[in-house]
């Protein structure tokens, strides 16, 4: 067993280290890693069904998919992850359970209680502290969790809370549970750091070399598949299913009805109806959005020029966007 501690907090690069560690090693792998604030969705999400977009974009928080099924997670400094590698085939079905049981006895050896529950969940005292997902590839499995330490949880509810009406999909849905901080049921403080380093010996069984770094080489071919993959548009918003979506704003012009198919990211049908009033035939407005991505930055560009007010009186450019949201 290869023992990790990936200090890198940059959520592209640690999910492509996943990858890579995952698709072109041999070896079997334990890997513990922190993210800076992001939202990371699961492989079969709608993106923008899962986030709030304008907290996110008022905090600049980045929005990452991962390789892994299942539901859209905050990460922070103060949340720790936990990854295992193995040699494994999906004729054995998932079972999560096997890989959050040594998590479990390191935190009992910490004095704090906890069970697995669900799917794959870790609960104390009834709250989830941790979510685990997993992913096959050839002959093994990619299972990670989360491991909310002190995660600041006014922007974990903030950055995933979103009104689910305005999107229709088939696409996994996310579900909110209760949640709780390990920090919280210590019997004494502890930091961030030592609680890494004493789930690491835990974890190795004290066999955990001191410098369990990647490679410089294994760094470049990360850097390189981060930038290939997991920091482009097409892989965190495009690759989500097709979805309906609608909102109904009151504006300064009247009301205004949107409806949107979107498909790989990008805008396909588009209807808008309400009792605003305008000079131009709004159908004009509708043919400027399609096939433009569903996204705030794109539809400003495609937008700057055009005088919306002749389509939609009353009704400037930055609240027509949030309608779109």
Partial sequence: MRYIYNQSTDPTFNLAAEERLLTQSEDEIFMLWRNE????VGRNQNTLAEIDELFIRERGIPVVRRLSGGGAVFHDLGNINFTFIRNATPSEGLDFQRFTEPIQQALQSMEVECEFSGRNDLLIKGKKFSGNAQHFHGGRILHHGTLL????????????????EKYRDKAVKSVRSRVTNISSHLPEPMEVTDFIAALMDFVSQGEAPDLMTLSEGETALIETLAEKRYRTWDWNFGSSPAYNFTRRTRTPGGLLDVHLHVKKGHIE????????????????LEAMLLDCRHQ???LESRLADVPLGEFIHEVPLSIFLDCLF
């Fill in 296 to 298: 705030r930055n794109a």
């Fill in 37 to 40: 604030p992001a939202v990371i």
């Fill in 269 to 284: 049908k588009v209807r808008l109806y309400g009792d605003y009033f305008g000079v131009r035939d709004v159908s004009e």
């Fill in 149 to 164: 330490f002190a995660s600041d949880m006014a922007d974990l509810s903030g950055a995933l809370r979103v009104a689910p």
